[in-house]
C-alpha cells in the first residue's frame, strides 16, 4: 500500500510548511494501521527537536488545540475537533535517541517501530523488521527489555494482539512475567488509560482472558482474584470467575445486536435473536448512550465492561451457605459496588465515572428481583430509576448478560424470556416514556408546600416533594391542587 497516499492528507502540507527548517518523521501505529488497510484518526511525529514548539504552531495553523504531554521529553499534543463530532489527536516528541533508528529500536513492538520522513514519503524505515512482523501477524518486542523498561507495554501487548487478531511472539510473553513486578510502579494513569483501551476493543473479554492467563489482569485488579474457584449453586454451570468472564463475552454479543449496526436478516443466535425482535427498537437509544463521554476519550460502553467486571466481584464478602454445598450471597452487590468505586479511584477515574460503576454493579440485581414480582408496577419502575438513574440502563444490560452468562449452553428459554421483558418493560419507560414514568414535569415546588401548608424549610419539604412526584409518575395526582391534598393527607398520616 503507497506510503504518499498516506501523507496525501492536507494537514501534511500545513505541518510540512511549519517543519520546513527541521527533520520530522511520521512513526508508530498510524503506519501500521495504514500498512493494514485501516484508516489511522490519530498520529504521531517524532521531530529532531522543538516537538512542544511544532505542537503549537501547527496548532495555530489549523485552529487546533495545543496540550504540553510531557516537558522532560518535549513532546506536545494537538487535538482537531472533526465535523462528525470526534477528536483527532496528532503528538509531537523529540527523538528518544540521537537518531531516528535509535528512536524507533526504543520503541515497544516492532509493527510500531516503523517511520517514513515527511519529507521523502516514499521510504520507509524499518530497523527491527516491523514490516515483516505485520506479514506474519507477530507482535514482537523491539528489544529483550522493552517491557520490564515499560510494564504498560504488557497490557499493550495483549490489546494490539486482539484488537488486529495476531500472536503474541514468544519471546515477548516470556518477558511479561519479569515485567508483572513493575507494572505495580506505573502511575494509576498510564494503567487506567491503557486498561480502558482494553475495554474498548469490539470484544474485550478475549483480551481479558488473555491478560488473566498471562497474570497481568489480577495485578492491575486484584479484587477479582478471589473469584477464581469460587463454586456457585445452581443453576450456574460455572464458578464465579468463569462466570464473569462469560458475561463480558455474552455482553459483546448483546451488544452486537441491541447496540450496534445489526442486519436482522443475517443468521445468528437464536437467543439473541429475541433479544434483538424485543429490545431492538431501543437500538439508537442505546447507542446514544454507550457512546456517551464521561470523561475525555472514554465512553459509557467502557465502564459498561468495567462494571461487568465487579458485577459478582462482593461474593465473597457476602458468601454464607445455608445448606451444605448450596451457597447463597446475598448483598453482593453492595459489596461490589464498594470495591469498584474504591479500584476505579485507585486508577484515577472521574467522580462522575466512580459514581456511575457504583450504581451500576450496586442495582443491577434489581432487575431480577423485579421479575420475580407477579407484576411490575410502574411504582417499581419509577423507584428503580429514580435511584439508579442512567446507570439503571446499563445496569439491565449486566442483568440481560448475566442471565446468559449463568449457562454453558443457552439459557431455559421462560428464564431468557422473562430476563427480556423485565428488561423492555424498564427500557420502555426510561427510553421512551421519560417524562411521563420518570421525571415528569414538577406540580408543584417547595415554595408552594411552605406556603400552603404552613412547613419551615427543611428536609421535611423535599420528602414530600419526592412523594408527589412518585405519585403524579404512578398517574395518581395530575394536578396542582390533586398535590397539595396528597401533601397534606401525608402530613396528617405521619403525626403519631
Same mark, same amino acid.
Given at each position: 500500500?503507497?506510503?504518499?497516499?498516506?501523507?496525501?492528507?492536507?494537514?501534511?502540507?500545513?505541518?510540512?510548511?511549519?517543519?520546513?527548517?527541521?527533520?520530522?518523521?511520521?512513526?508508530?501505529?498510524?503506519?501500521?494501521?495504514?500498512?493494514?488497510?485501516?484508516?489511522?484518526?490519530?498520529?504521531?511525529?517524532?521531530?529532531?527537536?522543538?516537538?512542544?514548539?511544532?505542537?503549537?504552531?501547527?496548532?495555530?495553523?489549523?485552529?487546533?488545540?495545543?496540550?504540553?504531554?510531557?516537558?522532560?521529553?518535549?513532546?506536545?499534543?494537538?487535538?482537531?475537533?472533526?465535523?462528525?463530532?470526534?477528536?483527532?489527536?496528532?503528538?509531537?516528541?523529540?527523538?528518544?535517541?540521537?537518531?531516528?533508528?535509535?528512536?524507533?529500536?526504543?520503541?515497544?513492538?516492532?509493527?510500531?517501530?516503523?517511520?517514513?520522513?515527511?519529507?521523502?514519503?516514499?521510504?520507509?524505515?524499518?530497523?527491527?523488521?516491523?514490516?515483516?512482523?505485520?506479514?506474519?501477524?507477530?507482535?514482537?518486542?523491539?528489544?529483550?527489555?522493552?517491557?520490564?523498561?515499560?510494564?504498560?507495554?504488557?497490557?499493550?501487548?495483549?490489546?494490539?494482539?486482539?484488537?488486529?487478531?495476531?500472536?503474541?511472539?514468544?519471546?515477548?510473553?516470556?518477558?511479561?512475567?519479569?515485567?508483572?513486578?513493575?507494572?505495580?510502579?506505573?502511575?494509576?494513569?498510564?494503567?487506567?488509560?491503557?486498561?480502558?483501551?482494553?475495554?474498548?476493543?469490539?470484544?474485550?473479554?478475549?483480551?481479558?482472558?488473555?491478560?488473566?492467563?498471562?497474570?497481568?489482569?489480577?495485578?492491575?485488579?486484584?479484587?477479582?482474584?478471589?473469584?477464581?474457584?469460587?463454586?456457585?449453586?445452581?443453576?450456574?454451570?460455572?464458578?464465579?470467575?468463569?462466570?464473569?468472564?462469560?458475561?463480558?463475552?455474552?455482553?459483546?454479543?448483546?451488544?452486537?445486536?441491541?447496540?450496534?449496526?445489526?442486519?436482522?436478516?443475517?443468521?445468528?443466535?437464536?437467543?439473541?435473536?429475541?433479544?434483538?425482535?424485543?429490545?431492538?427498537?431501543?437500538?439508537?437509544?442505546?447507542?446514544?448512550?454507550?457512546?456517551?463521554?464521561?470523561?475525555?476519550?472514554?465512553?459509557?460502553?467502557?465502564?459498561?465492561?468495567?462494571?461487568?467486571?465487579?458485577?459478582?466481584?462482593?461474593?465473597?464478602?457476602?458468601?454464607?451457605?445455608?445448606?451444605?454445598?448450596?451457597?447463597?450471597?446475598?448483598?453482593?452487590?453492595?459489596?461490589?459496588?464498594?470495591?469498584?468505586?474504591?479500584?476505579?479511584?485507585?486508577?484515577?477515574?472521574?467522580?462522575?465515572?466512580?459514581?456511575?460503576?457504583?450504581?451500576?454493579?450496586?442495582?443491577?440485581?434489581?432487575?431480577?428481583?423485579?421479575?420475580?414480582?407477579?407484576?411490575?408496577?410502574?411504582?417499581?419502575?419509577? =423507584?428503580?430509576?429514580?435511584?439508579? #438513574? +442512567?446507570?439503571?440502563?446499563?445496569?439491565?444490560? @449486566?442483568? /440481560? *448478560?448475566?442471565? &446468559?452468562? %449463568?449457562?454453558?449452553?443457552?439459557?431455559?428459554?421462560?428464564?431468557?424470556?422473562?430476563?427480556?421483558?423485565?428488561?423492555?418493560?424498564?427500557?420502555?419507560?426510561?427510553?421512551?416514556?421519560?417524562?411521563?414514568?420518570?421525571?415528569?414535569?414538577?406540580?408543584?415546588?417547595?415554595?408552594?408546600?411552605?406556603?400552603?401548608?404552613?412547613?419551615?424549610?427543611?428536609?421535611?419539604?423535599?420528602?414530600?416533594?419526592?412523594?408527589? =412526584?412518585?405519585?403524579?409518575?404512578? #398517574? +395518581?395526582?395530575?394536578?396542582?391542587?390533586?398535590? @397539595?391534598? /396528597? *401533601?397534606?393527607? &401525608?402530613? %396528617?398520616?405521619?403525626?403519631?
Amino acid at each position: 500500500m503507497s506510503l504518499s497516499s498516506l501523507l496525501s492528507d492536507p494537514l501534511f502540507n500545513v505541518l510540512k510548511e511549519q517543519a520546513k527548517d527541521q527533520k520530522a518523521w511520521l512513526v508508530g501505529g498510524a503506519l501500521r494501521d495504514h500498512l493494514l488497510g485501516r484508516h489511522p484518526l490519530d498520529l504521531d511525529f517524532a521531530v529532531e527537536a522543538g516537538g512542544r514548539g511544532l505542537a503549537r504552531q501547527f496548532a495555530d495553523a489549523i485552529g487546533g488545540k495545543y496540550y504540553e504531554l510531557d516537558a522532560e521529553r518535549d513532546t506536545g499534543r494537538v487535538i482537531i475537533l472533526q465535523p462528525d463530532g470526534s477528536r483527532r489527536t496528532i503528538d509531537f516528541a523529540r527523538l528518544r535517541g540521537s537518531d531516528i533508528t535509535a528512536d524507533l529500536m526504543d520503541r515497544d513492538f516492532t509493527i510500531n517501530a516503523l517511520a517514513v520522513p515527511l519529507d521523502d514519503p516514499e521510504t520507509l524505515i524499518d530497523p527491527s523488521g516491523g514490516l515483516q512482523d505485520l506479514k506474519d501477524k507477530l507482535v514482537k518486542a523491539c528489544s529483550a527489555k522493552a517491557l520490564a523498561n515499560d510494564p504498560v507495554r504488557t497490557l499493550r501487548a495483549v490489546r494490539i494482539a486482539t484488537d488486529f487478531d495476531f500472536q503474541i511472539d514468544p519471546k515477548t510473553s516470556k518477558q511479561v512475567s519479569t515485567a508483572l513486578e513493575g507494572l505495580t510502579q506505573v502511575s494509576a494513569e498510564r494503567i487506567r488509560d491503557e486498561f480502558m483501551r482494553v475495554l474498548d476493543l469490539p470484544r474485550p473479554a478475549k483480551a481479558l482472558r488473555v491478560l488473566d492467563h498471562q497474570g497481568i489482569l489480577t495485578t492491575i485488579l486484584p479484587e477479582l482474584e478471589e473469584l477464581k474457584d469460587l463454586a456457585q449453586p445452581a443453576p450456574h454451570d460455572y464458578d464465579a470467575w468463569n462466570h464473569t468472564l462469560a458475561v463480558s463475552d455474552r455482553l459483546s454479543s448483546l451488544l452486537g445486536v441491541l447496540a450496534d449496526e445489526h442486519d436482522p436478516d443475517v443468521p445468528g443466535d437464536l437467543v439473541l435473536a429475541q433479544a434483538s425482535l424485543h429490545l431492538g427498537r431501543f437500538r439508537d437509544a442505546l447507542r446514544e448512550h454507550l457512546d456517551t463521554e464521561l470523561s475525555v476519550g472514554r465512553g459509557q460502553h467502557q465502564l459498561l465492561h468495567f462494571a461487568a467486571l465487579y458485577h459478582d466481584s462482593g461474593k465473597v464478602e457476602a458468601l454464607s451457605a445455608k445448606l451444605p454445598g448450596k451457597p447463597v450471597f446475598h448483598g453482593h452487590e453492595q459489596s461490589g459496588a464498594h470495591k469498584v468505586m474504591k479500584r476505579a479511584r485507585k486508577l484515577r477515574l472521574s467522580s462522575v465515572e466512580v459514581e456511575r460503576l457504583g450504581k451500576i454493579v450496586r442495582h443491577h440485581m434489581r432487575i431480577e428481583w423485579l421479575e420475580r414480582e407477579p407484576k411490575i408496577t410502574p411504582r417499581a419502575v419509577y =423507584r428503580f430509576f429514580r435511584q439508579a #438513574g +442512567e446507570a439503571g440502563v446499563d445496569a439491565i444490560l @449486566i442483568s /440481560l *448478560a448475566d442471565c &446468559l452468562g %449463568k449457562y454453558a449452553a443457552a439459557p431455559p428459554e421462560d428464564a431468557w424470556g422473562m430476563r427480556v421483558e423485565t428488561g423492555r418493560t424498564l427500557l420502555t419507560a426510561f427510553l421512551e416514556k421519560r417524562e411521563q414514568a420518570i421525571d415528569p414535569k414538577a406540580l408543584v415546588s417547595g415554595s408552594d408546600l411552605i406556603s400552603a401548608l404552613g412547613l419551615q424549610p427543611g428536609p421535611e419539604v423535599g420528602r414530600l416533594l419526592e412523594l408527589i =412526584r412518585e405519585a403524579q409518575a404512578v #398517574g +395518581e395526582v395530575d394536578t396542582h391542587k390533586a398535590a @397539595i391534598a /396528597l *401533601a397534606r393527607k &401525608l402530613l %396528617k398520616d405521619k403525626k403519631p
